[in-house]
Nanobody, 128 residues
Framework: QVRLVESGGGSVQAGGSLRLSCEISGYGSSNYCMGWFRQAPGKEREEVAVIGSDGGSSYVDSVKGRFTISRDNAKNTLYLQMNDLQPEDTAMYYC??????????????????????WGQGTQVTVSS
C-alpha cells in the first residue's frame, strides 16, 4: 500500500521560509513522478511543482524563483523549500506520486488528475 506523509507546514510571516517534506513508502518502482500541490479555501487544487526521477522539474509561474522542489531517492523523500512566502501562498499543501509518464503530461489540468496517490496534506499559513 502506497503511503505519503507530509510534514513541515506551519505559520510564518510574509517573507519567511518553510521546508516541506513528504516521505513515501510502499511505491513499487524507483522511477516515478512526484509533485507538490496546494488548495486554498474555496479554490481548486493546483499544481505547485513536479519533479521526475531524472531530476527534471517544473513550477507554476507564481512560485518560480521562490520555491524549490527536490527529492532524495535514497530516502524516498520529496521536499519543497519555500522562500519569500506571501499571504497568497496560504493553503493546504499535498504531495503526490505516480508513474513517470504523469510528469510527461503537459496539460496541467490533466496532470493533476493522473496522480493516483496522495498524502493527507500539511497546512501553510502566511500572515502579512
Amino acid at each position: 500500500q502506497v503511503r505519503l506523509v507530509e510534514s513541515g507546514g506551519g505559520s510564518v510571516q510574509a517573507g519567511g521560509s518553510l521546508r516541506l517534506s513528504c516521505e513515501i513508502s510502499g511505491y513499487g518502482s524507483s522511477n516515478y513522478c512526484m509533485g507538490w500541490f496546494r488548495q486554498a479555501p474555496g479554490k481548486e487544487r493546483e499544481e505547485v511543482a513536479v519533479i521526475g526521477s531524472d531530476g527534471g522539474s517544473s513550477y507554476v509561474d507564481s512560485v518560480k524563483g521562490r520555491f524549490t522542489i527536490s527529492r532524495d531517492n535514497a530516502k524516498n523523500t520529496l521536499y519543497l523549500q519555500m522562500n519569500d512566502l506571501q499571504p497568497e501562498d496560504t493553503a493546504m499543501y499535498y504531495c503526490a506520486v505516480d508513474s513517470m509518464w504523469v510528469c510527461m503530461t503537459t496539460d496541467l489540468a490533466l496532470r493533476i488528475m493522473r496522480f493516483g496517490h496522495w498524502g493527507q496534506g500539511t497546512q501553510v499559513t502566511v500572515s502579512s
